[in-house]
T-cell receptor
Framework: DGGITQSPKYLFRKEGQNVTLSCEQN?????MYWYRQDPGQGLRLIYY???????QKGDIAEGYSVSREKKESFPLTVTSAQKNPTAFYLC?????????????FGDGTRLSIL | KNQVEQSPQSLIILEGKNCTLQ??????????LRWYKQDTGRGPVSLTI?????NTKSNGRYTATLDADTKQSSLHITASQLSDSASYIC??????????????FGTGTRLTIIP
């Protein structure tokens, strides 16, 4: 079955530590996205990538970094500069350059602070 | 102020009953409107996508309507089942260059179905 796999499902970060969230897709989609979901708020875009080796900042990129070395993979690093990292992180992918197409989501990683 | 407002915030109904969720938006320009279902602890799953020229779209027991003039949409669930318990998120898309689009998400309506 094609889909998006996020790992780990739960992650804990210590003070001053960087952590990396994994996102892998086998849908052959060019575009991939990272969102953050907080209680009582809509999903907010952190970073997105339209093609390998290229990515753009979203609305809340500060304290985060990404890479896109392979079409299938779009890992997100939450750096120590992100002062409020506790949230539910969702990765998504879609067909590139095509409006009115759904974004397919993974099942998320819940990040908490120790 | 959120550009996509959903109501009610939460709703509890008996199994087998119908319900309607509302979405008002101020996002402009408009490319399409989407409804997603999100089970607790899972990622959202697409239910419908409607462009400005579509008034209604169905997916099984889910029927979405769109009034682009008043910038309102609704999601109607018929003969609810326990598995319908989830958050339902309204998403409005703004067109960008090169065929891309930016999504603005509502905060969702939390629906609980009780036996």
């Amino acid at each position: 079955d094609g889909g998006i796999t996020q790992s780990p499902k739960y992650l804990f970060r210590k003070e001053g530590q960087n952590v990396t969230l994994s996102c892998e897709q086998n849908l052959n989609h060019d575009a991939m996205y990272w969102y953050r979901q907080d209680p009582g708020q809509g999903l907010r875009l952190i970073y997105y990538s339209q093609i390998v080796n290229d990515f753009q900042k979203g609305d809340i990129a500060e304290g985060y970094s990404v890479s896109r070395e392979k079409k299938e993979s779009f890992p997100l690093t939450v750096t120590s500069a992100q002062k409020n990292p506790t949230a539910f992180y969702l990765c998504a992918s879609s067909i590139q350059n095509r409006r009115n197409q759904p974004q397919h989501f993974g099942d998320g990683t819940r990040l908490s602070i120790l | 102020k959120n550009q996509v407002e959903q109501s009610p915030q939460s709703l509890i109904i008996l199994e087998g009953k119908n319900c309607t969720l509302q979405c008002n938006y101020t996002v402009s320009p408009f490319s399409n409107l989407r409804w997603y279902k999100q089970d607790t602890g899972r990622g959202p799953v697409s239910l419908t996508i409607m462009t400005f020229s579509e008034n209604t779209k169905s997916n099984g027991r889910y029927t979405a309507t769109l009034d682009a003039d008043t910038k309102q949409s609704s999601l109607h669930i018929t003969a609810s089942q326990l598995s319908d318990s989830a958050s339902y998120i309204c998403v409005v898309s703004v067109p960008l260059n090169f065929g891309n689009e930016k999504l603005t998400f509502g905060t969702g309506t939390r629906l609980t179905i009780i036996p």
